[in-house]
């Protein structure tokens, strides 16, 4: 029998955390544990959805913070939807199809995933045949490229090497669009089978633009933070992976492996359910051999000592990297922004 | 938690709160948990802020936490920088680490008008005296601080020298003085009329040209919780050897200019709307020229002088 861990044992500490962030005990009334869970949840990013599932407080001090989070994200819900609108608009009358990826997805299908998450762009997936059709029509409807990737080698190195179009801002707006044409760089060790996925999307509403099925929708959201980021905002990425989890059903849970390995993704999605047992207690079987102790490690020290976890940042960076080119590229790439950015 | 003035705290204990990141400021409407290793950083905040009430303890919920550093491991120790990190991405440009104090002040800046959406916010100086508020809206070279530094001598209290902060419930503007950052010429003008020992040393070098801040005094501290109700809106235009002028505007010119000063009304939205358009409610605006500060500060008096009580 396993000994219960107090909450001064970081990992413990964590999975309180996330309780109290997605509503499974209510906020701490204790001054001190309150304070050290908004500051983790401030630093996460991730206050807007604390104010979602949080129930009123005659905390004034905290009302006021949960609500200046709400303010918030409630714009950048309506910022989504109006972008999301404009991008159909842009589109009609093609034979384009367009799946919403992450968040604009989330808020598309008002998930729980989507309530008081934060998001700065919108990531779309089209077919790579549609791509120059995609990005002209795009570019008509005013979107341009951004200033900071638009420079030749930026250009270059997106259009020949990653699973994207460099970003496009709006030139009125200033938001910002990620076209994809595949969910993993060209280049990358892991290929996932975007195709199967498109072919099982199905339309939001009665409008023109897709999402992805519920199990490919879990399944692209481990891609992207066990084999794409390095994890940067762990506490909101994991408690996406939750609710996208939740929104399952029993069936759905038991095909996920089955789906993972047919669309070639076997090991973020095993990293996912690992991660979600140990900080939700989500009850999967997970067969850890798979994950090796370092990444485990590394996820560990990243999620549970926050900032003061600078080598299993490096770890996780350059993995992310490591997965998603070959060495000689990707060196001549992180050489090519060292002297950049010094 | 225990609210003390910074002055009231050891430099030993402030020294430990700000490497911690517990240095927690109230200022106005927001608690500010402030953090730097740097010397100098420290050294501006111990004395331009130290009258300033500081949140003593473990349990502080915070608006915004902010953190003054070096960019990264080189730029600590070689040709050594330093950036404003407010806790989500922006992209400050790194400056020489002598400029600490301006990352500190631009940093407290960019909190708030980043990630304040409880209150509608202009850029724009707002100093008042019983009768009420004076906003003055920034223009690029507009003079609004050393207009709002001047102003300052003539009796009016400070709010802000750089946000007109809307409470979007009562329409009143809210207080959040901090020291006036004044640029190149103005530093001497402000010296002048102020007192020396009222201005900081200059920044020389920054992106602006040369910087100094006029000090906090504490009687501004001391009336911070105290809303102001907007009476006279002010749109400044410096010109050198310029005669002096007044132009009534348009009121809706107004709103429309406040509006595209604001970083965070769309993000607000309707609230906002209505708490401007409360705020405006029989206020008049004016486009005032001049080419030195005694003309502006006529100008201004006779504006207010024919404001009702």
Partial sequence: MVEMATSENPHERVRQFFCFASGLTPLPTDAKALSDFVSWAQRGHILGQVAAVASASDNKRLQTLLENAATRSAYDKRMLKFETERIERALLGTDIRVVLLKGSAYVAEDLLAGIGRRVSDIDILVKEEDLPEAEKLLRQAGWKDEVSTANPYDQKYYRDWMHELPPLRHSKRRTIIDVHHRLLPRTARISPDHLAMMADASPVGDGNLLVFAPVDRFIHSAIHIFADGALETPARSLLELFYLFNDLSVQERDSLESRAAFLNVMSPVQIALWALKRYFGVMVIVNKSNISKVLRLSIETMVENGRAAPLARVLLYVRSHYLRMPLPLLMAHLFRKAIRRG | ?309
């Fill in chain 2, 1 to 309: 938690m225990k609210n003390v003035a910074l002055s009231d705290l050891p430099p030993e204990t402030v020294k430990r709160l700000l490497s911690e990141g517990r240095l927690y400021l109230h200022l106005g409407p927001y608690v500010t948990a402030l953090s730097t290793k740097d010397a100098g950083v420290r050294e501006f905040l111990t004395d331009m802020y130290q009258d300033c009430s500081i949140l003593v303890g473990e349990e502080a919920l915070v608006d915004f936490s902010l953190e003054v550093r070096a960019p990264n491991l080189v730029r600590r120790y070689i040709r050594r920088q330093i950036v404003a990190d407010p806790g989500f991405y922006f992209p400050a440009v790194p400056l020489p680490v002598k400029l600490g104090p301006l990352c500190l002040e631009m940093g407290m800046n960019l909190c708030v008008a980043l990630q304040s959406f409880r209150q509608a916010i202009f850029h724009a100086g707002v100093v008042s005296d019983q009768k009420g508020g004076i906003v003055i809206a920034a223009r690029s070279g507009g003079g609004k601080s050393t207009l709002t530094a001047a102003l300052m001598e003539e009796g009016f209290r400070l709010l802000s020298d750089e946000f007109a902060i809307l409470c979007a419930e009562t329409s009143f503007l809210l207080a959040y003085p901090r020291p006036v950052s004044l640029k190149n010429q103005s530093i001497d003008v402000v010296r002048v009329f102020a007192g020396a020992d009222q201005v900081s040393d200059r920044l020389t070098g920054t992106p602006k040209g040369d910087i100094a801040y006029r000090r906090l005094r504490k009687s501004d501290l001391e009336t911070a919780n105290l809303p102001a109700k907007a009476k006279l809106i002010l749109f400044p235009r410096f010109q050198a050897e310029a005669a002096p002028a007044v132009e009534k505007m348009d009121i809706a010119d107004a709103a429309m200019q406040l509006i595209a000063s604001s970083p965070n009304y769309q993000v607000i939205g309707e609230p906002a709307f209505h708490a401007l358009m409360q705020m405006l409610d029989g206020v008049e605006a004016y486009e005032i020229t001049y080419g030195n500060t005694e003309d502006s500060l006529m100008l201004v008096k006779d504006l207010w002088e024919a404001v009702d009580g």
